[in-house]
Every structure is written in C-alpha cells, then in structure tokens.
C-alpha cells in the first residue's frame, strides 16, 4: 500500500517557507538550483535521480518539485506518475536541455499534471523562480476555494455574510 502524503495547512496557506525539490543528474545544476530559490526563499532539497528523489517524496513534505526529463535510473515522466499517485498536491515542473527531442515526453508529463516546462539553459532564471511562486499562488487559491465552497455547502452563509 503506498503512503499518500497530503500538504500541512502552514504549507497550503503559506505561512512557512516553501519547499522545492530539484531532481537533475548534472550536480552544477542541482547546486546552481538549490542557490537560486534559496536566495528567492525556498527550502531546498536536491535529488540526483528520479529513484532519489521518488524516496525524498516519501518521506519529507515538499511543495514543488522541479525535474529534469531525462535522468538514469528514473526519468522525470516517471516520476511525475509515481508522485501523483503518492503525493497529487504537489506541484511538478519539468526542464531539459533537449527541447524538440523531449517534446513527446512534455507532452506525455503535461497531460499528466505537470504545471511548466523549463527549457535549459533558463533565459531568465528569475522567470524561473517567479513562476514557481505563481504555481504555489495558484495552489493556494484553488484550497482556499475549496475550503470556502465546503464551507458555504455545511454552514450556508451564516458565517460569511454579515449585518450592517
């Protein structure tokens, strides 16, 4: 039976610091990575492969996930699969460095639920970080609905509208 991890309310509502995951088999792009959304704000966890970081996904909370496509042992579609079977609040996007030759496997990984793809070398790495962060944003407002229609479908609109 595989363990589902499902977010914390501080990570939903933003009030800890996001967490991203960065899955690539090249280890300057993992460290060049883990400086540039730690200096945006983010907790960084790294992972050289699908296999490891598939096993960080077990057992550690993380927001978003950035993988490369291709990697050994796990490539990132794979992984994308086996996060949305354990993790599906997690936010997945992709990069490579082989745009044309891995545009059947964008394909494939965003009818799946991968939210961007990344082309590397990144143009504007600050673009990078920014759409991350709208992702995050996006996912927030979409609970938040969430939580507001459960809410008015329970209670009706006793709580929310008030007198003047």
């Known amino acids: 039976m595989k363990k589902t991890v499902t977010a914390s309310r501080e990570a939903v509502f933003g009030s800890e610091k996001p967490r991203i995951l960065i899955a690539d088999d090249e280890q300057s792009m993992r460290e060049w990575m883990r ?10 966890l790294t ?18 996930v950035l993988t490369d496509i291709r990697m050994p042992r796990l490539d ?4 994308l699969k086996s996060i949305r079977e354990s993790a599906p609040d997690v936010i997945v996007t992709m990069m490579t460095a082989h745009w ?7 394909t494939e990984a965003h009818s799946r639920g991968a939210e961007a793809l990344f082309e590397k070398p990144f143009r504007d790495v600050n673009l990078v970080t920014m759409q991350v962060r709208q992702l995050l944003e996006s996912r927030r407002l979409r609970h938040e609905n969430v939580v ?6 329970e209670q009706g609109f006793a709580g929310i509208i008030g007198r003047s």
């Open 35 to 44: 400086l540039l959304f730690q200096r945006d704000g983010f907790e960084v």
């Open 47 to 64: 992972a050289e492969d699908g296999i490891a970081a598939r096993d960080t996904i077990a057992r550690e909370y993380v927001d978003v």
């Open 76 to 79: 990132g579609v794979e992984l």
């Open 100 to 106: 044309s030759q891995d545009s059947a496997d964008w």
């Open 148 to 153: 507001l229609r459960r809410t008015t479908a």
